[in-house]
């Protein structure tokens, strides 16, 4: 039988979850060493502290991320071993009203006016080539 401070670590071990293994599961990084660069880069911030890969996180705690360009605030609701569909790890965490509405206004803003060249793909047409040596020359 196991002894009851076995099973009380076991349950507090399962209350606690590694930063960069949480990102992962609530899928806003594609792999572990994605979040571990963003964590070292400071786009993760732990209830306002900037913090390592291997800090644990536990429910409840807040969380500032900044991935792909977009800001996120969230609230741990729930800490996932595996990473499961993105149905699944959307229960996760909960968003702040706050930053939902910043996410929605910049997300407008990106409709109204995108970035230049956001609409250019590929190498450029010869046509096109030949405007730039013309634009470029210009200069000299």
Do not use: C
């Not at 993760?44 to 291997?54: R, S, T």
């Not at 006016?113 to 405007?131: E, F, I, N, Y």
């Amino acid at each position: 039988m196991p002894h009851p401070d076995h099973v009380s670590d076991r349950h507090a071990a399962a209350a606690r979850m590694r930063i960069d293994k949480w990102l992962w599961a609530a899928r806003f990084f594609k792999t572990r060493s994605l979040a571990n660069q963003a964590i070292e880069g400071g786009h993760i911030k732990l209830n306002g502290q900037a913090v390592k890969p291997a800090r644990e996180l536990r429910i409840g705690d807040s969380l500032d991320i900044v991935a792909g360009g977009t800001q996120w605030t969230v609230v741990v609701r729930g800490l996932n071993e595996q990473r499961r569909p993105a149905v699944e790890a959307q229960q996760l965490y909960e968003e702040t009203p706050e930053s939902s509405a910043r996410r929605a206004s910049e997300k407008e803003e990106r409709r109204l006016a995108p970035v230049p060249g956001s609409d250019l793909h590929g190498r450029p047409t010869k046509k096109a080539r030949r405007q730039m040596r013309g634009f470029n020359e210009g200069f000299k």
